[in-house]
Nanobody, 119 residues
Framework: QVQLVESGGGLVQPGGSLRLSCAASRSIFSIYDMGWYRQAPGKQRELVAAITSGGSTNYRDSVKGRFTISRDNAKNTVYLQMNSLKPEDTAVYYC?????????????WGQGTQVTVSS
């Protein structure tokens, strides 16, 4: 079992920045692929950014060049640096840990943190 706790959300003006953090409960964090998802009211949850256990990253097109995902395995933490925020980035952001071992799939979620971009 892996517990994930997000922090760093809040209210920010358009063009501002926030850094989200997701702390994992177990030291085996390093073998999981990690992702940040978001869900806006009335919309489906969508992948924002992901980083593999090996450090490879990918981003949804709308955040490329503005968001950066990173991980610190020594601290069991994954980060999402969000710059040049736009009102359409407003959502609840969720941290995800995922791993597949042969036929077994492990999938854990945090409780979410609210990000509101508004003037």
């Amino acid at each position: 079992q892996v517990q994930l706790v997000e922090s760093g959300g809040g209210l920010v003006q358009p063009g501002g920045s926030l850094r989200l953090s997701c702390a994992a409960s177990r030291s085996i964090f390093s073998i999981y692929d990690m992702g940040w998802y978001r869900q806006a009211p009335g919309k489906q949850r969508e992948l924002v950014a992901a980083i593999t256990s090996g450090g490879s990253t990918n981003y949804r097109d709308s955040v490329k060049g503005r968001f950066t995902i990173s991980r610190d395995n020594a601290k069991n933490t994954v980060y999402l640096q969000m710059n040049s925020l736009k009102p359409e980035d407003t959502a609840v952001y969720y941290c995800n840990a995922h791993r597949i071992v042969i036929t077994l799939e492990y999938d854990y979620w945090g409780q979410g943190t609210q990000v509101t971009v508004s003037s």
